[in-house]
């Protein structure tokens, strides 16, 4: 798998943003309809997609690829599902110490829910804070909340999505930028990962 979909970065140059960096310079901006540079995360319906066929749609940095996704409660893709894990991750500015997005969990399974096989992809799904001016005392929360923010951006529409095959991701996590929250170490560290089968 190359990195063609990187033709709009300059030579040498590697796309490894933090989550704040997704959140603030990429989704608010999108939501808000504000120019973002570089614009290279492409829009893409995700769920008719299988993980594995994402090469060539979404916009790929090293064996991660990013996209813009309309949010939909639809995760139902050609050959299996996505599904939820039960805590959502906050993101917290650091200059502002304020909750500014969400990180939530999806694993990807083949077969029909909800007796699909488990595989090792994984799909981080970034959206903005309902409450987006409110401080962030705690990194993380599990559960679902009912509560609708009353903001002029539009963040229920629009999610940027991070997707990875765990099994190539974790030798690589300490080289791209990409930052490991204690609760991506408890999710990959999970036993049930290591002897687990997909497709190529």
Not at 124 to 147: A, I, P, T, V
């Amino acid at each position: 798998m190359g990195d063609s979909n990187n033709v709009n970065l300059p030579p040498g140059f590697r796309f490894c943003p933090t989550d704040e960096e997704l959140v603030v310079h990429f989704l608010q901006r999108k939501a808000s309809l504000l120019p973002y540079h570089p614009d290279i995360i492409p829009d893409l319906d995700l769920y008719p997609y299988d993980p594995w066929d994402l090469d060539g749609k979404a916009m790929v940095e090293g064996k991660k690829w990013y996209y813009y996704s309309r949010r939909t409660q639809n995760r139902i893709t050609t050959n299996g599902y996505w599904k939820a894990w039960d805590c959502d991750e906050q993101i917290i500015s650091s200059s502002s110490s304020k909750r500014v997005g969400v990180k939530k969990y999806y694993v990807f399974h083949i077969g029909e829910a909800p007796e699909g096989v488990k595989t090792n992809w994984i799909m981080q799904e970034f959206r903005l804070s309902d409450g987006s001016n409110s401080s962030g005392s705690s990194s993380s929360s599990c559960g679902r909340s009912k509560r609708k923010g009353h903001s002029k951006v539009d963040s229920s529409k629009w999610v940027i999505c991070r997707v990875f095959d765990h099994s190539y991701d974790s030798d690589d996590d300490n080289e791209n930028g990409t930052e490991l929250s204690c609760l991506d170490e408890v999710f990959l560290s999970l036993d049930d990962f290591d002897d687990i089968s997909y497709p190529n």
